[in-house]
T-cell receptor
Framework: ELKVEQNPLFLSMQEGKNYTIYCNYSTTSDRLYWYRQDPGKSLESLFVLLSNGAVKQEGRLMASLDTKARLSTLHITAAVHDLSATYFCAVDKVRSSNTGKLIFGQGTTLQVKP | GAVVSQHPSRVICKSGTSVKIECRSLDFQATTMFWYRQFPKQSLMLMATSNEGSKATYEQGVEKDKFLINHASLTLSTLTVTSAHPEDSSFYIC????????????FGPGTRLTVL
C-alpha cells in the first residue's frame, strides 16, 4: 500500500526560528509536490520537485527531494506569522505518470507565534 | 498559476436531497479533472477521476451511484451527491492539471457541504 507520511503533524514555533518538515513515502516515485492550505481554504501549489536532488526555494521556504531515500524536506527559514498554515506533500499514485492521481501525506499544521 | 473555480462554495441541504457541485478550469482546457474529499483536520482523499467524453473512474470504496460525475466539456466537471446524508458532509475539492509535462494539480477553492 502506498503511504505518504509527514513528520511532525503539528509544529508550533517562534518567529525567526528555523525548522524542517519531513515527508517520507513508500513508493519509487520520482516526483513530489508540496501544497499549502489555509484554514477553510483550498490548496495552493508551492513546489513541484521532478527529479532526485531537486531543490527549490521561494522566500523563506525551501524544498528538496531525495528519491533514493524516498524523502522530501520542506525547510522554513526565519519563520514569520504569515507562514502559519497546513502543509501537505503528495506523490504520484502511479510512478512518473500524469494521471493526476496524487496520494497526500497527513499534513503538517504549522503555527508561528510572535 | 492556473485558475480553477468551484460553485457553490458552501451548501447546506436536507438529508435525502441531491446536491450538484461544479468545477471549472477558467484559463485552460482540462480533459481530466479530479475530485477529492477532505474531512476536518484530515488529509485529502482522491475520490474519482473525471474524464471528458467518457465515464469517470472511481477509487476503491467510493460509490459511483452515490457520487455522480459528469465531464460535460473541456472546462467543466460536475459532482452530484445523490440522496445526501449527514455522513456525506465534507469539504469537496476538485483539481485539474494544466501542464502535461508534470502532474502538478491546480485546486479549486472547495465546496463545504453540510447535510442536516
Amino acid at each position: 500500500e502506498l503511504k505518504v507520511e509527514q513528520n511532525p503533524l503539528f509544529l508550533s514555533m517562534q518567529e525567526g526560528k528555523n525548522y524542517t518538515i519531513y515527508c517520507n513515502y513508500s513508493t519509487t516515485s520520482d516526483r513530489l509536490y508540496w501544497y499549502r492550505q489555509d484554514p477553510g481554504k483550498s490548496l495552493e501549489s508551492l513546489f513541484v520537485l521532478l527529479s532526485n536532488g531537486a531543490v527549490k526555494q521561494e522566500g523563506r521556504l525551501m524544498a528538496s527531494l531525495d528519491t533514493k531515500a524516498r524523502l522530501s524536506t520542506l525547510h522554513i527559514t526565519a519563520a514569520v506569522h504569515d507562514l502559519s498554515a497546513t502543509y501537505f506533500c503528495a506523490v504520484d499514485k502511479v510512478r512518473s505518470s500524469n494521471t493526476g492521481k496524487l496520494i497526500f501525506g497527513q499534513g503538517t499544521t504549522l503555527q508561528v507565534k510572535p | 498559476g492556473a485558475v480553477v473555480s468551484q460553485h457553490p462554495s458552501r451548501v447546506i441541504c436536507k438529508s435525502g436531497t441531491s446536491v450538484k457541485i461544479e468545477c471549472r478550469s477558467l484559463d485552460f482546457q482540462a480533459t481530466t479533472m479530479f475530485w477529492y474529499r477532505q474531512f476536518p483536520k484530515q488529509s485529502l482523499m482522491l475520490m474519482a477521476t473525471s474524464n471528458e467524453g467518457s465515464k469517470a473512474t472511481y477509487e476503491q470504496g467510493v460509490e459511483k451511484d452515490k457520487f455522480l460525475i459528469n465531464h460535460a466539456s473541456l472546462t467543466l466537471s460536475t459532482l452530484t451527491v445523490t440522496s445526501a446524508h449527514p455522513e456525506d458532509s465534507s469539504f469537496y475539492i476538485c483539481s485539474a492539471n494544466r501542464d502535461p509535462g508534470t502532474n502538478e494539480q491546480f485546486f479549486g477553492p472547495g465546496t463545504r457541504l453540510t447535510v442536516l
